[in-house]
């Protein structure tokens, strides 16, 4: 079975710093998605940035970057020139397809605070 | 961006009684939505797949019995969680699936007292 794993429970950043989120997940697919998703205090589940695993390139959103390893089964997110407003929980994902039916699992989270 | 609404937003109901949670996709169509319950600082749990026009399908340890739920159509489906008990108070977050990705909608805070 597919898990996720976050073994960051809580991470702090200095306002206008660069942090980094970790991710792993555990798969025998070759072919899948990794989104990294925000959950500020509103609770309103935001997507941040989507991999697709047959895609080489790291994903960019912005002032969102991955560091995408596929043998490695890694998927860390790096956020550059941190703001207040990027406090929040962070879940990391992954969905085996694009495939309806296909259900996303979830890792555990990461709480980051920003320090201003 | 697609856009899911989910009603009520928080809902207070005595324990024994029923309610009822919807949610909605209002500018796209969606064959599937996902239901998924969330504990303070934990992580979504999937509860249930909903398809339109078919019974949903529950994950391990849900209680298909108590948690309802109906997929009418294809911008909507509901989630009735019949009989509660304080230990159902939860939030409860949907989603709705698009040909792109998940759409997830904002939540209901679900307190029985």
């Known amino acids: 079975a597919q898990t996720v794993t976050q073994s960051q429970p809580e991470m702090s950043v200095q306002e206008a710093e660069t942090v980094t989120l970790s991710c792993t997940y555990d798969t025998s697919e070759s072919d899948y998605y990794l989104f990294w998703y925000k959950q500020p205090p509103s609770r309103q589940m935001i997507l941040v940035i989507r991999?697709?695993?047959?895609?080489?390139q790291n994903a960019t959103e912005n002032r969102f970057s991955v560091n995408f390893q596929k043998a490695a089964k890694s998927f860390s997110l790096k956020i550059s020139d941190s703001q207040l407003g990027d406090a929040a929980m962070y879940f990391c994902?992954?969905?085996?397809?694009?495939?309806?039916?296909?259900?996303?699992?979830f890792g555990p989270g990461t709480s980051l605070s920003v320090i201003p | 961006g697609a856009v899911v609404s989910q009603h009520p937003s928080w809902v207070i109901c005595k324990s024994g009684t029923s309610v009822k949670i919807e949610c909605r996709s209002l500018d796209f169509q969606a064959t599937t939505m996902f239901w998924y319950r969330q504990f303070p600082k934990q992580s979504l749990m999937l509860m249930a797949t909903s398809n339109e026009g078919s019974k949903a399908t529950y994950e391990q340890g849900v209680e298909k019995d108590k948690f309802l739920i109906n997929h009418a159509s294809l911008t909507l489906s509901t989630l009735t969680v019949t009989s509660a008990h304080p230990e159902d108070s939860s939030f409860y977050i949907c989603?709705?699936?698009?040909?792109?990705?998940?759409?997830f909608g904002p939540g209901t805070r679900l307190t029985v007292t």
């Open positions: 989603s709705a699936d698009s040909i792109i990705e998940q759409y």
């Open positions: 994902a992954y969905r085996r397809s694009k495939t309806s039916y296909d259900k996303v699992i």
């Open positions: 991999q697709e695993a047959y895609k080489q």
